[in-house]
């Protein structure tokens, strides 16, 4: 099965700095989805950011941009110029092409924001 | 407005008491799941289903059991025999487009089950 890891339970960045959070997984599929959701403390997620494994660009939204290495299977997430609104939970997730029904998460990280 | 609802937000339970989790979407998708979310920890998928009438059973299925008898609905039942039922739900939808497509999950508000 697949499993995704997240080794950065927390993390913190000073307002207007830039952060990158870590995720790895681990796969034998050749296409697959990744993704980026954010849960702040109202606890609803959010879809940050989505990359597709055979786009060799990286994804890139507003302030939001991922570092996606195939070959090691890793796929960071940076955000620039952080806000406070930016304090959240941040979870990576995978979902193959095949068995496309089925999501893997990591076990998240938590971004605290220093004003 | 398209979206997931959940209901209720809070609910408190008595031990051996079955209690059952709203789940309702107007997005049209045919997906829908159920994850259990615990403090510090991610996202533990229970049940998912493909179509009406069908559901798969995912990592943690012990003790939950589901329905799919409408495309828009997708209720959670949380039976007396789960051992530690306190926590975070969260239920979500995606459309059933084919592998080749992000085909990424929506997200409804969640639940707080606590159990007395």
């Known amino acids: 099965a697949q499993t995704v890891t997240q080794s950065q339970p927390e993390m913190s960045v000073q307002e207007a700095e830039t952060v990158t959070l870590s995720c790895t997984y681990d796969t034998s599929e050749s296409d697959y989805y990744l993704f980026w959701y954010k849960q702040p403390p109202s606890r609803q997620m959010i879809l940050v950011i989505r990359q597709e494994a055979y786009k060799q660009q990286n994804a890139t939204e507003n302030r939001f941009s991922v570092n996606f290495q195939k070959a090691a299977k890793s796929f960071s997430l940076k955000i620039s110029d952080s806000q406070l609104g930016d304090a959240a939970m941040y979870f990576c997730a995978y979902r193959g092409l095949y068995n496309f029904n089925k999501f893997y998460f990591g076990s998240g990280t938590k971004l605290n924001v220093k004003p | 407005d398209g979206g997931i609802t959940q209901s209720p937000k809070y609910l408190f339970r008595k031990e051996g008491q079955n209690v059952t989790l709203s789940c309702e979407q107007n997005?049209?998708?045919?997906?829908m799941y159920w994850y259990r979310q615990d403090p510090g920890q991610g996202l533990r998928l229970i049940y998912y289903?493909?179509?009406?009438?069908?559901?798969q059973k995912g990592d943690i299925a012990e003790g939950y059991s589901v329905s799919r008898e409408k495309k828009e609905s997708f209720p959670l039942t949380v039976t007396s025999a789960q051992k530690n039922p306190t926590a975070f739900y969260l239920c979500a939808s995606s459309p059933h487009r084919g592998g080749d497509s992000y085909n990424e999950q929506f997200f409804g508000p969640g639940t707080r089950l606590t159990v007395l």
């Open positions: 997005l049209n998708h045919d997906a």
């Open positions: 289903s493909q179509i009406v009438n069908d559901f």
